[in-house]
């Protein structure tokens, strides 16, 4: 397993080094840059701007100005943001955390609610509750997200007035005790972790009421039911078991694609992620910020994946990655 490992991360160096490339030229294929912009200021000398592109490289060939920001990324440093003003990995740092937490939740949510309500329209299928789930999910699986987001926050936000209409904390939240910045941390989490959770959370019912009717129908379970054993001891401990096997593995894939799916999301809240960060990074032409917040995605999407293989390996014996 710890040479497996070891070869994965070898292989994940590569791919961060074939995507940093590829996100590099496309980046540079864009027309204009940053400093583009302030070239249209009659107030800004253009001496200034040709020697604001000379300091940070970017009057030298493509291929040079790549070899400088990749040995500057592998000590730890991704360039300047010119919008923020500081070094990028100080404006991603937050952001970042800000994002994992959402998608840790929304996640950890999606999870503890899909998988058993999966199993219990399995074990009853074809009946009206069986339909009436099955309706739901594709309810959750046709909206939008903005539409969900825009929904919940005029139930919540604006007719009830019980959530807050976005953001990631209260304007009074320096002066909170520990609790209180808790728990208005938490509020602030609802929507966006509900919105994110919905969409996903219908899928994974869908595949786990599949995977379930497919291991129900095995000999091993029919053989199992003969020996006497509950209906619960064969549904959790025999069936649910290998059909948990496709699941884990589309774990992997959902921190890549709740990144993704969270960039729109966090734009409509006001939340303070890396997807919100990387629409103003791009629309802002700051290449040093695209290029680190893409790199910071990538990173989660690999380690999603292998993350997602040694969960596969510990809970099933029969899996062995040599």
């Not at 309810?139 to 969900?148: D, R, T």
């Not at 649910?240 to 992997?252: C, D, Q, S, V």
């Not at 999407?301 to 014996?317: F, Q, S, T």
Request: positive net charge.
């Amino acid at each position: 397993m710890i040479h497996y490992v070891i070869r994965r991360l070898l292989l994940s160096v590569l791919l961060l080094l074939a995507a940093s490339l590829m996100a590099f030229l496309i980046l540079k294929a864009t027309p204009g840059d940053y400093f583009a912009m302030l070239q249209a200021d009659p107030r800004i000398p253009q001496e200034y701007v040709e020697a604001m592109r000379a300091e940070y490289g970017l009057d030298r060939p493509i291929h040079v100005q790549y070899g400088m920001w990749l040995s500057n990324a592998v000590r730890g440093d991704f360039g300047y943001s010119f919008a923020y003003k500081q070094p990028v990995s100080n404006v991603i740092g937050t952001r970042l955390l800000n994002t994992l937490i959402l998608n840790i939740c929304a996640i950890t949510l999606t999870w503890f609610i899909a998988i058993p309500v999966g199993v219990y329209a399995a074990v009853r299928q074809y009946s009206l509750r069986d339909k009436v789930l099955s309706g739901v999910s594709f309810v959750g699986m046709s909206l939008p997200s903005f539409f969900s987001a825009l929904l919940l926050l005029y139930l919540f936000a604006s007719v009830l007035d019980v959530l807050p209409p976005g953001g990631l904390y209260s304007v009074q939240f320096p002066q909170m005790s520990a609790g209180e910045k808790l728990a208005d941390l938490a509020r602030h989490l609802v929507i966006p972790v509900v919105v994110l959770a919905l969409a996903a959370m219908a899928s994974l019912q869908r595949i786990t009421r599949g995977n379930m009717l497919e291991v129900l129908g095995q000999q091993y379970v029919s053989t199992a039911r003969a020996k006497g054993l509950s209906e619960r001891q064969v549904v959790y401990k025999h069936a649910l078991r290998n059909a948990l096997n496709p699941l884990i593995t589309i774990f992997g894939y959902e921190f890549g694609a709740l990144l993704s799916g969270s960039a729109l999301l966090e734009i409509i809240l006001d939340y303070p992620g890396l997807g919100s960060l990387m629409y103003t990074a791009v629309r802002s032409q700051d290449q040093f910020l695209v290029m680190g917040g893409f790199m910071m995605g990538a990173c989660m999407l690999l380690a999603g994946n292998l993350l997602a293989e040694l969960i596969l390996a510990w809970v099933d014996p029969r899996i062995s990655y040599r």
